[in-house]
């Protein structure tokens, strides 16, 4: 990346799997020059996972590590760790999400890091955070939706807790992270000094319960599932079934509501104790029931036509097959092609769209090993010592 809003800001990316490579690629879409340091005995395991592969590499590992370059070097060899030392001395940001104790047990803690550039940002992302009893707890978001109370608040009324289908606590610290440590650049502005940020999962997504914990703490309000995914106080917002498939519908004022009843032209929905939200909630069953009669008369899309129409917000519940496909991906530019090896693959784009798109795919494991060691004005012969004793490890370049 050559050009956005963070150019010229170097991040090392000590991450592995999701969070911590997603909020890693935020920052490469946005400009910065992000550098993945992987020891080669214990690469980022997502280079393994499956079931999509395109040759030997990981779909999922590259829809992840899109727009960033590869160092290859063994963290515990003292050659390698004083290479990537002089790293830091140029570097901005460090991210991990190591556990616990790991970084300070490869001599990569901030303290040691600012030893030696004091305005070093850097940010652990874990699972329960650095402090407190739980500290050392792994943490995976199934564990976190679980604990956190989400997957209680998730699936029908008589099933079991559900997960959400995406691994979203995962994305939200990965957001999260990249949030921290941009805030954090803009406070260097002022001090002139870094800082540690201790990031966990659990934090985050204790902090998304918002106004359900807000209710909850406030009040003797105990929450609980809704059939077809209703939300808790506002009628309708939920989905129903169609003549062949199923809408989203959400109605989020009294207005809205007066004109999804002219539009449906049904006596019994415009009874008056319908009318505001308050009398919606007392009798939601009487009214749901009449509701998902009138809608499984029609298909899917002949309600979001008409809904639309009548300024009510309506919306298919679409496979991920057909989301891929919808017209406002290509509207929007939210589909990529990167460079990979000797071929290309799509991805979705990062968060942040301000800046352009980046042409380099994931990198293979060290495959910028020497270009990184050059920057750093390593002289040649000892790049080719560095290689020859397994310190680093040099793969393909990609473009």
Request: charged share 20%.
């Amino acid at each position: 990346m050559t050009a956005g809003p963070l150019a010229g800001l170097v991040v090392l990316d000590l991450c592995h799997f999701l969070a911590g490579p997603y909020a890693t690629l935020a920052l490469a879409d946005l400009g910065a020059d992000v550098i993945k340091v992987e020891d080669p005995d214990h690469p980022d395991e997502a280079r393994r996972v499956g079931p999509v592969f395109q040759g030997d590499e990981s779909v999922y590992f590259m829809s992840l590590n899109w727009g960033k370059r590869s160092l290859g070097v063994r963290l515990t060899d003292p050659a390698g760790h004083a290479v990537v030392l002089d790293l830091v001395r140029r570097a901005d940001i460090v991210l991990d999400n190591y556990k616990p104790g790991v970084m300070a047990k490869l001599g990569l803690d901030h303290e040691s890091l600012a030893a030696v550039n004091p305005a070093i940002i850097t940010c652990s992302l874990t699972g329960f955070g650095e402090s407190g009893a739980e500290a050392r707890r792994p943490g995976y978001d199934y564990t976190i939706q679980a604990r956190a109370g989400v997957m209680s608040l998730t699936g029908e009324p008589d099933g079991p807790p559900g997960k959400a289908g995406i691994s979203y606590v995962d994305h939200s610290g990965g957001l999260a992270a990249a949030l921290a440590v941009t805030a954090a650049v803009v406070e260097r502005e002022r001090t002139g000094r870094g800082r540690h940020i201790d990031l966990a999962l659990y934090d985050v997504q204790v902090s998304m319960l918002s106004y359900l914990a807000a209710w909850t703490l406030n009040s003797d309000y105990a929450p609980a599932r809704h059939p077809s995914g209703a939300h808790p106080s506002i009628v309708p917002a939920q989905t129903f079934a169609t003549k062949d498939g199923h809408v989203a519908i959400f109605v989020g004022n009294d207005p809205m509501w007066a004109r999804l009843v002219d539009s449906l032209d049904d006596e019994a929905l415009a009874d008056p104790a319908y009318l505001t939200n308050s009398g919606r909630l007392a009798h939601r069953d009487a009214l749901v029931d009449r509701l998902s009669g009138l809608l499984s008369a029609e298909t899917s899309a002949y309600w979001v036509s008409t809904l639309e129409a009548a300024a009510v917000p309506c919306e298919p519940v679409n496979s991920l097959a057909e989301a891929l496909a919808d017209p406002v991906l290509s509207a929007r530019s939210l589909v990529a092609c990167s460079e990979a090896g000797e071929g290309s693959y799509r991805h979705v784009r990062g968060p942040v769209p301000l800046a352009p798109l980046a042409s380099r795919g994931a990198p293979r494991l060290g495959a910028d090993s020497v270009g990184v060691l050059t920057e750093l004005g390593v002289d040649p012969a000892q790049i080719d010592r560095l290689l020859a004793a397994g310190v680093i490890c040099s793969g393909s370049p990609q473009s």
